[in-house]
């Protein structure tokens, strides 16, 4: 077997990453939908999914250097609520599906609001 096929074989699932086959609980899905009210209605849903989409490959480092200084950002929020978005961060499927949520809302509250040109 030559050198090349036995490097290929070896690093083929060297940056492989396990999938979570488990399905975000209710309590997940809740903290999700309760960002992605937030950034709705602050009206950021364009820079939000702009910065989750190119940022989204790193979401893992993400929420590491969350789990890092959560000691500092427990100081002026919440413990529980960090240490569930650092954990949420760690799964690869979480960022679309605040994406989706994002652009879900902002759809709907698009739809109803007025028209500023009228």
Known sequence: MSLKVRLTQA???AFAV????????????????????KVVSRR???PMVL???SV???NF???QALHALSPLINLVGHA???????HLLERRDSIQKLITLIEFKAGKTLSTSPR???
Request: aromatic residues 4%; negative net charge; glycine residues 4%.
């Open 61 to 63: 480092l993400g929420s």
């Open 44 to 46: 950021m849903e364009t």
């Open 56 to 58: 989204g490959p790193m």
């Open 11 to 13: 690093f083929k699932y």
């Open 80 to 86: 529980e609520e960090t240490d569930r978005i650092a």
């Open 51 to 53: 910065l989750l989409e």
């Open 116 to 118: 500023r040109d009228e």
């Open 18 to 37: 396990k999938s979570n086959a488990t399905p975000l609980t209710a309590k997940d899905l809740a903290l999700l939908d309760h960002i992605a009210t």
